[in-house]
């Protein structure tokens, strides 16, 4: 039962105790009178009867809906009038009980004030009836009797005003109990939510550390496997030719393939520790050279004085011009290079240019995808272009600001 006028809401276990105690002191009360007046029987049971149908009426279709509601009020005025016609009829006073009936269901439906109302018409009533009884009789033993029948009207009422509160707390408390289960429901679905996005988020941690380490080693390796090929291939050239120099295209083959393990050692050292790049100008340089000396390669380049780059910006740049250059030597049969690095107001600028064969369409590969990966995740821009018989260009734009060290 939810009765919005009273603030009060019942379970259904305490709304059938309510329910019963009623129905009992209906029948203790009838009992009562009947023995004292059985020369009255059926009169008290068509009166009670009519009582018990306006009870169970307000209670099991009124109370059931707040729309009808102040028809209750309206039915209390009815059972006043059947109760007053019983004790009326009764003079043993026991049909006074039918009147805490009332004062129970008022307290638990309606408001406190409605209550009281209910409580001090049924004692004005039943005062009435005491005056009638007692007028020949003497006024102070009225008196006396009507102060008794004022207590037990006001402890009737202060203890439902009691009870009333004891059930609103215990009501309030059950509320909270649902609510705290639902919101125990909603935490451990919420846990379980953030338990599958830690996984997940575990696995794809797993999986850009996976890719972070090959991409290095790719980019590491890649271009001294490149070189070393290079050797090789001008060193079977040269075997019948000229056997010494030939010999020392495979000496250095050997020795790159030797800096190819070093460098996979470093790497790794490298993911370990999180060491910055060394020296990024002479790298560049050192990587240019190289190519030079080993692949009969032609570079023409210019790196500009550049101010102090985020240790992960060197990183990107400098494996950007391994790839690139590694590209062109193997898929695009490049023998020429020109390279410029510089900066402008709040850019650092990549130009890359080779004599290749170029391509129509160009798939970039693991290299380059991940070259572009890197410079995105430093908030940079690339561009790839590329064309038949005209090589292949590589432009890269960082921005000059530094760039935290967890970026990428």
């Given at each position: 039962?939810?009765?919005?006028?009273?603030?009060?809401?019942?379970?259904?276990?305490?709304?059938?105790?309510?329910?019963?105690?009623?129905y009992?002191?209906?029948?203790?009360?009838?009992?009562?009178?009947?023995?004292?007046?059985?020369?009255?029987?059926?009169?008290?049971?068509?009166?009670?009867?009519?009582l018990?149908?306006?009870?169970?009426?307000?209670?099991?279709?009124?109370?059931?809906?707040t729309?009808?509601?102040?028809?209750?009020?309206?039915?209390?005025?009815?059972?006043?009038?059947?109760?007053?016609?019983?004790?009326?009829?009764?003079?043993?006073?026991?049909?006074?009980?039918?009147?805490?009936?009332?004062?129970?269901?008022?307290?638990?439906?309606?408001?406190?004030?409605?209550?009281g109302v209910?409580?001090?018409?049924?004692?004005?009533?039943?005062?009435?009836?005491?005056?009638?009884?007692?007028?020949?009789?003497?006024?102070?033993?009225?008196?006396?009797?009507?102060?008794?029948?004022?207590?037990?009207?006001?402890?009737?009422?202060?203890?439902?005003?009691?009870?009333?509160?004891?059930?609103?707390?215990?009501?309030?408390?059950?509320?909270?109990?649902?609510?705290?289960?639902?919101?125990?429901?909603?935490?451990?679905?919420?846990?379980?939510?953030?338990?599958?996005?830690?996984?997940?988020?575990?696995?794809?941690?797993?999986?850009?550390?996976?890719?972070?380490?090959?991409?290095e080693?790719?980019?590491?390796?890649?271009?001294?496997?490149?070189?070393?090929l290079?050797?090789?291939?001008?060193?079977?050239?040269?075997?019948?030719?000229?056997?010494?120099?030939?010999?020392?295209?495979?000496?250095?083959?050997?020795?790159?393939?030797?800096?190819?393990?070093?460098?996979i050692?470093?790497?790794?050292?490298?993911?370990?520790?999180?060491?910055e790049?060394?020296?990024?100008?002479?790298?560049?340089?050192?990587?240019?050279?190289?190519?030079?000396?080993?692949?009969?390669?032609?570079?023409?380049?210019?790196?500009?004085?550049?101010?102090?780059?985020?240790p992960?910006?060197?990183?990107?740049?400098?494996?950007?011009?391994?790839?690139?250059?590694?590209?062109?030597?193997?898929?695009?049969?490049?023998?020429?290079?020109?390279?410029?690095?510089?900066?402008?107001?709040?850019?650092?600028?990549?130009?890359?240019?080779?004599?290749?064969?170029?391509?129509?369409?160009l798939?970039?590969?693991?290299?380059?995808?991940?070259m572009?990966?890197?410079?995105?995740?430093?908030?940079?821009?690339?561009?790839?272009?590329?064309?038949?018989?005209?090589?292949?260009?590589?432009?890269i734009?960082?921005?000059?600001?530094?760039?935290?060290?967890?970026?990428?």
């Open positions: 039962m939810n009765l919005s006028q009273a603030n009060l809401t019942t379970d259904e276990k305490t709304e059938t105790t309510i329910t019963r105690l009623l009992l002191i209906v029948l203790i009360g009838i009992v009562l009178v009947i023995a004292k007046n059985p020369e009255k029987c059926w009169l008290f049971l068509f009166l009670v009867g009519l018990v149908i306006s009870v169970t009426v307000r209670r099991a279709i009124i109370y059931d809906s729309r009808y509601l102040y028809l209750g009020k309206f039915d209390f005025i009815l059972d006043l009038l059947l109760i007053f016609a019983l004790e009326y009829n009764d003079r043993s006073f026991f049909a006074y009980l039918f009147y805490l009936v009332l004062i129970i269901d008022a307290a638990l439906t309606y408001s406190t004030v409605f209550t209910i409580t001090l018409a049924g004692f004005v009533l039943h005062g009435f009836e005491r005056y009638t009884l007692f007028q020949q009789a003497n006024f102070n033993s009225f008196i006396s009797h009507l102060l008794m029948d004022f207590l037990i009207f006001l402890g009737a009422y202060i203890l439902m005003i009691f009870i009333r509160y004891q059930i609103q707390q215990k009501e309030h408390l059950r509320q909270v109990m649902i609510e705290l289960k639902i919101k125990s429901k909603e935490l451990e679905k919420t846990y379980q939510k953030l338990k599958e996005t830690s996984m997940e988020l575990e696995d794809i941690t797993v999986l850009r550390e996976r890719n972070r380490i090959a991409r080693i790719h980019d590491t390796v890649g271009h001294t496997l490149t070189t070393v290079l050797e090789l291939e001008a060193g079977g050239r040269l075997v019948s030719v000229d056997p010494t120099i030939a010999a020392d295209k495979m000496k250095l083959a050997k020795n790159q393939i030797r800096k190819g393990l070093n460098d050692r470093s790497s790794v050292e490298t993911l370990n520790s999180g060491n790049m060394l020296d990024f100008i002479s790298s560049m340089k050192s990587l240019i050279h190289e190519t030079m000396f080993h692949g009969n390669i032609h570079f023409r380049y210019q790196i500009d004085e550049l101010p102090q780059l985020a992960k910006q060197e990183k990107a740049l400098y494996h950007a011009l391994q790839e690139g250059i590694t590209n062109g030597i193997r898929h695009g049969k490049s023998t020429a290079f020109v390279f410029n690095l510089k900066r402008t107001e709040k850019w650092i600028e990549f130009f890359l240019q080779d004599n290749g064969s170029g391509t129509e369409k798939v970039p590969g693991f290299g380059l995808t991940t572009e990966e890197r410079i995105k995740e430093l908030g940079g821009i690339f561009s790839i272009d590329s064309k038949p018989g005209e090589g292949c260009l590589i432009r734009s960082l921005p000059l600001q530094e760039v935290p060290d967890d970026a990428g």
